[in-house]
């Protein structure tokens, strides 16, 4: 029987607390979620304008003006707001509390008295509402809106914008099935919106909406096509007959394989899994599952970065990972990481903890710079500044990441997924706490208080104090098991077990617990050589680097000139570096010899390549275009 695990992680109760991510997390509260704020008020000079704040003012009467911006440009502000809910569970903050107050009460004054609401349709067509579903976002926006209101609540306890997504809610849930309205989302994301309402309510409508939507994808493939020829009018250039794009091709769960648009996808694998659970339905979780192995085992970069093709920021074939026109967008990441948080609450597997921890030390984190103000939305593996961003092919492949960009979705999906990282970290049953994460920290649960000391990404060290409640001091603690760990030891109260119930890579250790009680697990975290199946072609004869969950990389800042000469000799030992807390806000380098391959006379010629050994220097991966324009690259040559 297919079973929800994992009951919902109440963030006001986790506490992050270690050398890695509490800088991470306070650079969120302290940094981004200002400086995303005075972007939305077009407060910032010398970046892209957003007006999204503005838009909601305009909506709701309180200031004169045209919509600027996206279609979607609704969303920036939801998901900032979300960030910001997630931000109050780290700390208070009275004076950002009160100006999300306000923005909510704009936002509530913005709400049409049908209870629709989006600005763009408000201000500038609203005569062409629900007549473009393909294209226009409506949905999306209110989805993430609604995401925003469940985790504000849960933050604060104030229920204003709840109730105003509730009232949208209803509004929707009239027009596509009280009316009987044909229709599914252009964007997934409402899916996910709705369940979160579901969850923080209890109410049986939401979780109906969301069912209703995620059947109804794929049984008419060719609505969108229907919908576009019936208005006549586009708003942007996209392709009904694509049904693949926006994964309507076919019922979601007949569907086998990632297809089109990867952060649509994702999103929508993600709802879906969350409604397999919460509805024991078996064919929907086997949906999920075959997806999820098609991702991660044939069209999932090193980096857990997903959507290899910059037309429709979509997945193609098997094994397309180019490096150098990858897409890679840093909000498909995101969605990778929620997409497998929803499969370890059916399922707890390390196939889905490995992966998401992946995502996050690479493809998430590597989004944004590390003074939190400049944001990637495409995640390149191989950087050259005279081609990448300049020319056609490569114009999407940005070798600095901007301050801000016209749609700005990614900037503030990072702020709220660091700012609610706790949720990644844990997960609780009724008699199992689970560590899918090595976080530093306190965590309170119904069964104990736990205390990690965690020397993660640098050192595999991990300490665990339990202090059950004494409620019901027997359970189990289960500790994820990294596939990376070679040599791993588990010791309880400092001596090491003889045998050790091993599941599905999670050590269960289930005991009577006493205060006091301590798990340490140690394992080994060498430097590997990672390499790829032939079928990608791009990788044949090439080699990347990874430490523990980390992958590394090689730039000019390091290595000079023509980083695409060097080849890391196969026979030469990686040495660790010593942990350098100046460099790079605090990394551990990777060195190891290499060859330089050149001639630099012609441009054809017979005979043999100059050659010299050179000490080559890798960072992590998430570090890189922090020291200027330089070269990058994450496979090299080996011989």
Same mark, same amino acid.
Request: glycine residues 8%; contains cysteine; aromatic residues 16%.
């Given at each position: 029987m297919i079973k929800k695990i994992n009951r919902d992680i109440d963030l006001k109760r986790v506490k992050i607390s270690d050398t890695f991510w509490s800088k991470r997390q306070a650079l969120i509260t302290d940094t981004v979620i200002p400086y995303q704020e005075k972007i939305l008020d077009d407060k910032v000079e010398g970046v892209e304008k957003s007006h999204a704040f503005a838009n909601f003012r305009i909506a709701a009467g309180l200031e004169e003006g045209e919509f600027f911006g996206m279609v979607f440009q609704d969303s920036d502000v939801a998901k900032w707001l979300e960030a910001v809910a997630y931000s109050l569970c780290i700390k208070q903050d009275a004076d950002l509390e009160k100006r999300a107050d306000e923005i909510i009460d704009i936002i509530a004054k913005a709400q $049409?008295?049908?209870?629709?609401? +989006?600005?763009?349709?408000?201000? #500038? @067509?609203?005569? /062409?509402?629900? #007549?473009?579903?393909?294209?226009?976002?409506?949905? !999306?926006?209110?989805?993430?809106m609604m995401e925003a209101a469940?985790?504000? !609540? #849960?933050?604060?306890? /104030?229920?204003? *914008? =709840? +109730?105003? %997504? @509730?009232r949208m809610s209803d509004h929707i849930e009239n027009h596509f099935v009280t009316e009987k309205r044909e229709g599914i989302p252009g964007h997934q994301e409402i899916e996910i919106g709705l369940m979160k309402l579901y969850h923080v309510t209890g109410k049986e409508k939401f979780l109906k909406l969301a069912l209703h939507f995620i059947n109804e994808r794929g049984k008419d493939p060719e609505f969108f096509i229907r919908e576009n020829n019936n208005r006549g009018w586009k708003h942007e250039i996209l392709d009904p007959y694509n049904t693949k794009y926006n994964q309507s091709y076919a019922p979601v769960r007949e569907q086998k394989t990632a297809e089109g648009h990867s952060v649509r996808a994702v999103y929508m694998y993600t709802a879906m899994a969350d409604l397999a659970a919460v509805t024991a339905d078996k064919e929907l979780l086997k949906a999920c599952e075959l997806i999820w192995n098609n991702i991660v085992n044939k069209r999932m970069y090193i980096t857990g970065g997903i959507g290899s093709n910059a037309h429709g920021e979509s997945f193609?074939?098997?094994?397309? =990972?180019? +490096?150098?026109s990858v897409y890679a967008e840093t909000c498909a990441s995101i969605g990778l990481m929620f997409f497998a948080r929803e499969m370890l609450d059916v399922c707890p597997s390390g196939k889905y903890s490995d992966v998401m921890e992946l995502a996050l030390y690479n493809g998430v984190l590597s989004? %944004? $710079? *590390?003074?939190? #103000?400049?944001?990637?939305y495409v995640n390149p593996l191989e950087v050259n500044p005279e081609i990448s961003g300049q020319f056609f092919g490569f114009k999407h492949v940005l070798p600095e990441r901007p301050g801000w960009y016209q749609c700005a979705c990614c900037p503030p999906n990072v702020a709220r997924l660091l700012a609610s990282l706790g949720k990644y970290q844990w997960g609780e049953g009724e008699n199992t706490i689970f560590s899918h994460l090595f976080i530093g920290g306190t965590a309170e649960f119904d069964l104990a208080t736990i205390i990690v000391e965690s020397e993660l990404p640098w050192q595999g060290k991990v300490y665990y104090t339990v202090k059950p409640t004494g409620k019901n001091p027997e359970f189990s603690l289960a500790i994820r098991i990294p596939l990376y760990a070679k040599k791993v030891n588990i010791l309880l109260n400092g001596e090491e077990q003889e045998e050790n119930d091993i599941r599905d890579q999670y050590c269960y250790i289930n005991r009577c617990w006493k205060e006091g009680d301590t798990v340490q697990l140690i394992f080994d975290m060498p430097a590997r050589r990672i390499y790829t199946n032939t079928q990608v072609k791009e990788n044949i004869g090439c080699v990347a680097i990874m430490r523990g969950p980390v992958v590394y990389c090689f730039e000019g800042i390091d290595n000079g000139e023509n980083i695409h000469e060097l080849h890391i000799t196969k026979s030469e030992e990686i040495i660790v570096g010593e942990y350098e807390p100046t460099l790079l806000n605090g990394i551990v380098p990777l060195k190891i010899k290499g060859t330089r391959l050149f001639?630099?006379? +012609? *441009?054809?010629? @017979?005979?043999e390549y100059s050659k010299k050994t050179e000490q080559m220097t890798a960072i992590p991966y998430y570090a890189w275009g922090n020291r200027g324009l330089n070269q990058m690259r994450v496979w090299m040559h080996e011989i």
């Open positions: $049409q008295p049908d209870g629709y609401l +989006n600005t763009y349709f408000t201000i #500038k @067509e609203p005569e /062409k509402r629900w #007549k473009n579903l393909h294209e226009c976002h409506e949905l !999306y926006c209110a989805g993430h469940a985790a504000y !609540y #849960k933050a604060t306890g /104030k229920d204003k *914008l =709840l +109730n105003v %997504m @509730e193609t074939i098997d094994y397309d =990972l180019p +490096n150098d989004g %944004m $710079q *590390l003074d939190g #103000k400049r944001f990637f001639h630099h006379d +012609n *441009l054809y010629f @017979e005979g």
